[in-house]
């Protein structure tokens, strides 16, 4: 398992893993303790807090928010909401960006999260191929195991916010709880999906964040 902390250097990594960077060090410790109490949320990237590109987001300057995503990052941490990003990132793999430059993306999207008042916990993302066949890569579950085993957490019930059909499949493996955007690629998606049966659809992460915070999460 390859672990990316801020500020810190890549580690060792096999074809098989997850990536996961993490803003404070305490923050794993207490989920172990209190996983019975925690309120999670898992974000798909692209398409989902950023604008998507079919050329890939290669630089901090390419990477640009969706209006209304990062108030709703933020409305869902003051209202205790822990956030995790889940992102396949095979741009890596196809040597269009390094490590260092998705890292430097990252800590572009984690500070104008907190500078709206929110925060991202964890960043697991896949930097493979599709061709290399990598169990974390969606619609694969290995991400979602790996965030799993990091939070100490069963996510059964836990919203899953994409944009794609993978996103979908990979979150009902694991028996979380697929929700779709219309942002990003979520119209193609609506319209070329088969996948989407009983999974609510949302304009975009602020709609899907309104609906929850009053109660009114249904489908759309």
């Given at each position: ?10 580690h060792s ?9 993490l ?34 987001i290669k ?11 990062l108030?709703?990052?933020a409305r869902?941490?003051r ?12 741009g ?6 390094s490590m ?9 999207m ?24 990598c169990?974390?890569r969606k619609?694969?579950?290995g991400m979602f195991?790996e965030?799993?085993d990091r ?18 499949v ?6 979380a709880?697929?929700?779709l955007v219309?942002?990003g690629?979520?119209?193609q ?7 989407l049966s ?5 304009e975009?992460l ?12 249904e489908?759309?």
């Open positions: 398992m390859t672990h990316e902390g801020l500020g810190e250097g890549a990594s096999n074809r098989w893993s997850a990536f996961l960077a803003r404070r060090t305490g923050a794993l410790r207490a989920a172990h303790h209190g996983r019975r109490k925690m309120r999670l949320i898992i974000l798909d990237r692209d398409g989902v807090i950023n604008y998507d590109s079919d050329e890939f630089s901090p300057e390419e990477w640009i928010p969706i209006p209304g995503s108030e709703a990052i869902l941490h209202t205790g909401y822990r956030i995790v990003v889940a992102t396949n990132q095979s890596v793999g196809r040597g269009l960006l260092d430059m998705l890292a430097r993306i990252h800590a572009r984690l500070d104008a999260v907190r500078k709206k008042g929110g925060d991202i916990e964890g960043i697991f993302f896949c930097p493979h191929r599709p061709e290399e066949g169990e974390c619609p694969r579950p195991y965030i799993a939070l100490k957490m069963n996510l059964s019930g836990v919203y899953a916010v994409g944009d794609s059909e993978r996103d979908i990979s979150a009902r493996r694991v028996l709880s697929p929700v219309r942002s690629k979520g119209k998606t609506l319209k070329a999906s088969t996948e009983g999974v609510p659809v949302f975009d602020a709609a899907f964040t309104a609906a929850l915070l009053s109660n009114q999460l489908m759309h």
